[in-house]
């Protein structure tokens, strides 16, 4: 047992590397880039690129602020506030750094279709976790699954050559994302440059299509991050690493680090399932202490 539990903990550090950059336990190859520059070949780069975790244990932090102002509202009965444009803003600044540098990751990835499997067993103990919690609304189909999801078309897509992964091709990802993104309100387009989409897709909506950007009206979730339209912004990363040369790593750039917010990105996924646990338990006992003490008044 021992023997198959030390296996099953090798092939975890070797492809679920959530933190992203260059995982320790590859001795293989990524794809980042040819030893003479040019992208989309074989090249053997090692080590972590301590920018993306800079990025991660910076978006950490906004998201943790996020989640503690959210967790205060919902307690009060006031979460009506975070729907402002303000917080959707502030919302989708930590999301979409999350998505794009997990694409960017899914280019050095020697297996991302086993990396997409791990991700929903973790997006599956979410949804379970934050059903039995009953707090907010269950998770379904959030930035985990999201993750997971895309993981497993890129490996597809790398294995069978199915897309070049060229800037040329990046700038249309950009704009399929900017384009759909209003896909699961049933509009396309942006903000306030959207139109409702014709009668005639409306039929999308209602055949259990939530997962991938279609969602029912009575459909809910408390995080939802269907593929239509972040899987496009999620490639769009794939396709930025992919086409960067190797040699582009070794600018000055890439090295820059904070040493307390790159070992928050280093652990960005832990970070993530376990600040809501503590914000929770932390807003409850501070409530609590200051019930004792007006009662005490």
Not at 35 to 40: A, H, V
Not at 98 to 116: D, E, L, P, Q, V
Request: with cysteine; charged share 10%; glycine share 8%.
């Amino acid at each position: 047992m021992s023997k198959i539990f030390a296996s099953f903990k090798t092939y975890v550090a070797k492809y679920f590397d959530y933190t992203g950059g260059f995982s320790p336990h590859q001795k293989k190859a990524e794809t980042v880039g040819s030893k003479n520059g040019s992208p989309g070949q074989m090249a053997s780069l090692r080590g972590r690129v301590s920018l993306f975790d800079l990025i991660r244990g910076l978006a950490l932090l906004s998201m943790i602020a996020y989640h503690g102002l959210y967790d205060c509202s919902l307690l009060r009965g006031n979460p009506a506030a975070f729907s402002s444009l303000p917080y959707v803003a502030w919302e989708a600044s930590i999301a979409w750094t999350f998505i794009f540098i997990a694409g960017w990751m899914s280019s050095f990835s020697s297996n991302n279709i086993f990396r997409g499997i791990l991700f929903f067993l973790v997006a599956l103990l979410i949804f379970i976790a934050t059903s039995i919690a009953d707090i907010d609304t269950p998770i379904s189909f959030g930035i985990i699954y999201l993750i997971g999801a895309s993981s497993l078309i890129v490996g597809v897509i790398k294995r069978y050559s199915c897309a070049p992964l060229k800037w040329p091709v990046a700038c249309v990802f950009l704009l399929l994302f900017l384009l759909l993104y209003s896909i699961p309100a049933g509009k396309i387009g942006i903000g306030s440059l959207s139109v409702p989409l014709p009668p005639l897709f409306s039929g999308l909506y209602e055949n259990g299509l939530a997962f991938l950007g279609f969602p029912s009206k009575t459909f809910a979730s408390g995080d939802y991050f269907p593929l239509i339209p972040f899987f496009f912004l999620f490639f769009l990363g794939t396709i930025c690493g992919a086409s960067l040369s190797r040699a582009n790593y070794k600018r000055k750039i890439f090295s820059i680090e904070c040493k307390p917010l790159n070992w928050l990105g280093r652990h960005s996924l832990a970070v993530y399932l376990m600040h809501q646990p503590i914000l929770l338990l932390l807003i409850f006992a501070l409530s609590a202490c200051l019930n004792g003490l007006n009662v005490a008044a």
